[in-house]
């Protein structure tokens, strides 16, 4: 899930995440990550263009906010972390997203939430009167005002800070930000870890309206890089690098979500394109099986209809309609008899050999001399038996004012190592095997520990995995300075 831009104003407040100290200097923690949408290559093609329609109708809707709040999206990615809320913990499953930045969870008072999901978890309400720790975070709080960036007109101490959020398809979210801990784990060590915790602002979802139940999660929890963000939130409180990177790993299942500086394996990187409220990059050419496709250079040239975004929570590949007409054309231009056919809304075919010896490879050539090798059973995918269904789909079949965007999803980032450099403003990627080891290190003690998410056990309801790990950055080192 993506958010979109916000607006000001000075009656409601948009959502955030506030991350206070915690009670250990250092470490490294871990959230348990699953993927809604199990199952190998093998998926559901109703789902997939579902949910990719509803995300991008969010993401990339001209949508104005007359209150000032900060768009996020609702609960239908594809990853979602299991963390424990308020004092004793409670369990709530939260959307981990790139393209978003928000921390929020639905409340007990919720009007419009979903009752139930149907990817095996059971929904919770947060309730702050059963916490022990929890309290109502006050319109005259000071993180009120931050958010505001003034002072709010009219507030009287004790009432709650409100946000209240719409996004590009018509559904919205409203509450109230309430403080509680939030429980994780900490590595400590290579493939250990000991409890954890952090006082935290989040959302409390009062009112959701328009939200499809189907494969509900309790929140969300975001990763952009606003900085409102929850990573750019716990870079300013010393607690992480602003730097985080995910391997999803459609081989084996599972894969890795961290924070923190990754020191192996190496990264080559291209610049984010500045003041954008996605992850933006600029994309040079196409080659397809080593040829370049004659495009216009104007196809890729940076503006409110055109651009590169990368986002993990997206599923499928969209691209200008000129630009898949000709891809086409190069991946299927010796394979002319293989009765190409609509399937839903996806391009198929039947085929019973292996795609990687009959079609080519795809490479997107970045600025700063990135590429992205897509191998044909990445841009591929079966749908059933012997049915494999075409992953890049045409961005002109998209409103007019977002036909000539890029938008790449996790089919071409899966199987790929990709880092999110914030204090570098730069993005990059490698091949990797994301259910081995990468090494991350703690910028206190200069150690580096190796993390891999299949030592690191937890009981699970879901067959497929994903490790989220966060680095933490001790505070005494911001202090020494």
């Given at each position: 899930m993506a958010e979109n831009s916000s607006t000001r104003g000075a009656s409601a407040i948009s959502l955030c995440l506030l991350v206070l100290l915690l009670p250990t200097a250092m470490g490294i923690g871990v959230f348990k990550v699953e993927r809604k949408f199990a199952g190998g290559r093998h998926r559901n093609m109703s789902d997939l263009a579902a949910h990719d329609s509803r995300r991008h109708s969010r993401m990339l809707a001209a949508v104005d906010l007359p209150l000032g709040g900060l768009s996020v999206p609702t609960a239908t990615g594809l990853y979602y972390a299991r963390i424990g809320i308020g004092t004793p913990p409670q369990d709530y499953y939260v959307q981990v997203d790139t393209g978003s930045d928000i921390l929020w969870v639905n409340c007990i008072q919720c009007s419009g939430c979903p009752k139930e999901s149907n990817i095996g978890i059971k929904l919770k309400l947060y309730d702050p009167k059963g916490s022990n720790s929890g309290s109502i975070v006050s319109c005259d709080d000071s993180f009120c005002s931050v958010l505001y960036q003034t002072e709010l007109t009219g507030c009287v101490p004790g009432v709650p800070c409100q946000y209240s959020v719409m996004y590009g398809d018509g559904s919205s979210s409203g509450g109230y930000l309430v403080r509680?801990?939030?429980?994780?784990?900490?590595?400590?060590?290579?493939?250990?870890?000991?409890?954890?915790?952090?006082?935290?602002?989040?959302?409390?979802?009062?009112?959701?309206?328009?939200?499809?139940?189907?494969?509900?999660?309790?929140?969300?929890?975001?990763?952009?890089?606003?900085?409102?963000?929850?990573?750019?939130?716990?870079?300013?409180?010393?607690?992480?690098?602003?730097?985080?990177?995910?391997?999803?790993?459609?081989?084996?299942?599972?894969?890795?979500?961290?924070?923190?500086?990754?020191?192996?394996?190496?990264?080559?990187?291209t610049p984010l394109v500045p003041d954008m409220p996605h992850y933006n990059v600029i994309l040079k050419s196409i080659d397809v099986g080593g040829t370049f496709l004659d495009l216009p250079t104007d196809l890729f040239g940076f503006g409110d209809s055109k651009g590169t975004?990368?986002?993990?929570?997206?599923?499928?590949?969209?691209?200008?309609?000129?630009?898949?007409?000709?891809?086409?054309?190069?991946?299927?231009?010796?394979?002319?008899?293989?009765?190409?056919?609509?399937?839903?809304?996806?391009?198929?075919?039947?085929?019973?050999?292996?795609?990687d010896d009959a079609f080519p490879d795809v490479t997107l050539h970045f600025e700063e001399s990135l590429a992205l090798s897509v191998k044909p059973h990445d841009y591929f995918f079966q749908s059933q038996g012997n049915t494999w269904c075409i992953g890049w789909q045409r961005r002109g079949l998209q409103p007019k004012d977002q036909k000539n965007l890029f938008l790449l999803g996790d089919f071409l980032l899966s199987n790929k190592l990709v880092i999110y450099d914030l204090e570098k403003q730069a993005i990059g990627w490698t091949d990797y095997n994301c259910s081995s080891s990468i090494k991350v290190q703690d910028d206190k003690t200069g150690k580096v520990y190796r993390v891999d998410s299949h030592n690191i056990s937890t009981s699970s309801r879901l067959e497929t995995r994903i490790t989220l790990l966060l680095l933490l950055t001790s505070l005494l080192l911001y202090l020494s300075h």
């Open positions: 509680d801990v939030v429980q994780y784990n900490q590595v400590s060590g290579d493939h250990q870890t000991i409890a954890a915790n952090a006082s935290v602002a989040f959302g409390c979802g009062a009112q959701q309206t328009g939200q499809n139940p189907k494969g509900a999660v309790d929140g969300l929890l975001g990763f952009g890089q606003a900085n409102y963000s929850m990573i750019s939130q716990m870079a300013a409180s010393g607690k992480v690098r602003k730097i985080f990177a995910h391997c999803l790993d459609t081989i084996n299942g599972g894969g890795i979500f961290a924070i923190g500086d990754v020191v192996d394996p190496k990264v080559k990187t975004i990368i986002d993990s929570g997206t599923t499928l590949a969209y691209i200008p309609d000129e630009a898949y007409r000709s891809m086409m054309d190069a991946i299927f231009g010796n394979r002319k008899g293989l009765g190409l056919h609509n399937q839903g809304d996806f391009t198929c075919f039947t085929y019973t050999e292996s795609v």
